[in-house]
C-alpha cells in the first residue's frame, strides 16, 4: 500500500485555496496600518472595510462583523464580555466553549448528540434571560443541531443564541436565528489567524477599547481579512460530491465491522467519527500515518490527549468505546480513491 501522503483532516485545518494566497499576497502591498491616519494607513483602512463588506456579504449577515484572530477568540470575546449572563452551553461544545463559559449549565444531549429539548425547555423556562451556547455543527461528529428550534425555545424565555459556526460557515446557511456567531477561515481553504465574531447589536458586548469599534484591540490582519473574504466567496457545490464519499465511508465502515457515531442524525458532509472496536485511537493514528494518512482523534484542540472526548461521553459512550473513535473530514479535493484507500487501511489496521 503506497505511503504517499493522504490528508483526511479537513475538520483541523483545511489547505489554504491559491485564490486566497494571491489575494494575501496583494494585501500585503499595503503594509500599512489601517487604524493610521495618514494617506497610506487610509488607503489600507479602505480595503479593509472592503473585505470586512464582502465577508457579510458571502455569508448573507447584515448585522456586525468584528475581526479576530480566529473562531477561538471570537467565542471568548461573546460569552466572556457579554453584557448579559452565559446561562448554558451545549454539552458537546468546543473546548473553546468549555473553556470561555466554565460555571454554565451544560446542556445534555441525546443518544445522536442532539440537545434534548426537554431539558431545554425546562431550564431556560427556570433561567430566562441569559446567553444559551450552542454549536451549528459539532467539530468531532459533524452532527448538525436545530439551532432554529433551539432559537425559538431561548427567545420564548427572553434569552439570547450564540452560536460556534466554525465548522458549518460557507458550508451551511448561517443560523438567522443566532445573536452572535463565531467563525474561522482555515475551515473553508482561508488563512490561519482570522476569523470573525458575527452579532446583531453591539450593546450584546462590553467594549474593551482599540481597533474594531472598540470591541477588540490589535493591529488589524488585513491580508488575513483579504484572503477570508475571497475563501468565502468560493464555489461550494463540491459538498455534494463530499455527501457522497461520506456515505460511501459510513457504507464501507459499517461493512467492515465498525461503527459510525451519530449514523441517524444529520450530520454535515464532510466530518464523520468512526468507531473500530479492540483498537485504540492512538494506536489507530500512529497506524494510519505510518501508512501516510492523516487524520485525528476528535478535536485538534483536544487529540493531544488521552483522555475519552467529552463529546462522545455525553452522548452516553463509555470511556472505553469513546477511546476507540478517530474522527475523518473531507476537503475539495477528496476523492473516491482517498476513500477506497483509507477504506483498505482501515481494514488491515482492524484485522
Known amino acids: 500500500m503506497t505511503n504517499s501522503p493522504l490528508y483526511l483532516d479537513h475538520a483541523a485545518t483545511t489547505p489554504v485555496l491559491p485564490a486566497v494566497r494571491a489575494a494575501m499576497a496583494e494585501a500585503m502591498e499595503h503594509w500599512a496600518n489601517p487604524s493610521s491616519p495618514h494617506s497610506p494607513g487610509r488607503a489600507a483602512g479602505r480595503m479593509l472595510e472592503d473585505a470586512r463588506a464582502r465577508i457579510a456579504a458571502a455569508l448573507g449577515w447584515d448585522g456586525e462583523v468584528i475581526l479576530t484572530s480566529g473562531a477561538s477568540e471570537a467565542i471568548g470575546i461573546a460569552l466572556q464580555r457579554a453584557s448579559i449572563p452565559v446561562s448554558a452551553i451545549g454539552a458537546t461544545e468546543h473546548d473553546a466553549v468549555l473553556r470561555a463559559a466554565p460555571d454554565a449549565f451544560r446542556l445534555p444531549v441525546e443518544a445522536d448528540g442532539v440537545i434534548a429539548f426537554e431539558e431545554l425547555s425546562e431550564y431556560c423556562a427556570h433561567h430566562p434571560g441569559g446567553i444559551v451556547a450552542v454549536q451549528q455543527?459539532?467539530?468531532?461528529?459533524?452532527v448538525i443541531q436545530p439551532l432554529d428550534?433551539?432559537?425559538?425555545?431561548?427567545?420564548l424565555n427572553e434569552g439570547r443564541l450564540f452560536a460556534d459556526c466554525s465548522q458549518s460557515a460557507g458550508k451551511l446557511p448561517l443560523p438567522r436565528a443566532a445573536d452572535l456567531i463565531a467563525i474561522s477561515a482555515?475551515?473553508?481553504g482561508g488563512p490561519p489567524g482570522i476569523g470573525a465574531l458575527l452579532l446583531r447589536d453591539l450593546s450584546l458586548l462590553k467594549p474593551s477599547g482599540g481597533q474594531e469599534q472598540g470591541y477588540r484591540a490589535g493591529t488589524q490582519n488585513l491580508p488575513g481579512a483579504a484572503g477570508f473574504a475571497?475563501?468565502?466567496?468560493?464555489?461550494?457545490?463540491?459538498?455534494?460530491?463530499?455527501?457522497?464519499l461520506r456515505a460511501m465511508l459510513d457504507e464501507g465502515i459499517a461493512a467492515a465491522g465498525g461503527m459510525v457515531v451519530a449514523q441517524d442524525a444529520p450530520r454535515l458532509a464532510t466530518i464523520a467519527s468512526y468507531r473500530m472496536p479492540g483498537k485504540?485511537?492512538?494506536a489507530q493514528l500512529v497506524r494510519f500515518d505510518m501508512q501516510g494518512i492523516a487524520v485525528s482523534a476528535g478535536s485538534a484542540?483536544?487529540?493531544g490527549t488521552i483522555k475519552p472526548s467529552h463529546v462522545l461521553t455525553a452522548m452516553g459512550w463509555s470511556p472505553q468505546a469513546a477511546g476507540e473513535v478517530v474522527r475523518v473530514s473531507?476537503?475539495?479535493?477528496?476523492?473516491?480513491?482517498?476513500?477506497?484507500?483509507?477504506?483498505?487501511?482501515?481494514?488491515?489496521?482492524?484485522?
Open 137 to 142: 455543527v459539532n467539530n468531532e461528529t459533524g
Open 149 to 155: 428550534d433551539i432559537a425559538r425555545v431561548v427567545r
Open 230 to 244: 475571497v475563501a468565502l466567496e468560493q464555489d461550494f457545490g463540491w459538498m455534494k460530491r463530499a455527501a457522497k
Open 280 to 282: 485504540s485511537s492512538q
Open 330 to 351: 473531507f476537503g475539495p479535493q477528496t476523492s473516491v480513491a482517498d476513500v477506497e484507500r483509507f477504506l483498505e487501511a482501515w481494514k488491515v489496521i482492524a484485522a
Open 186 to 188: 482555515h475551515k473553508l
Open 301 to 303: 484542540c483536544s487529540s
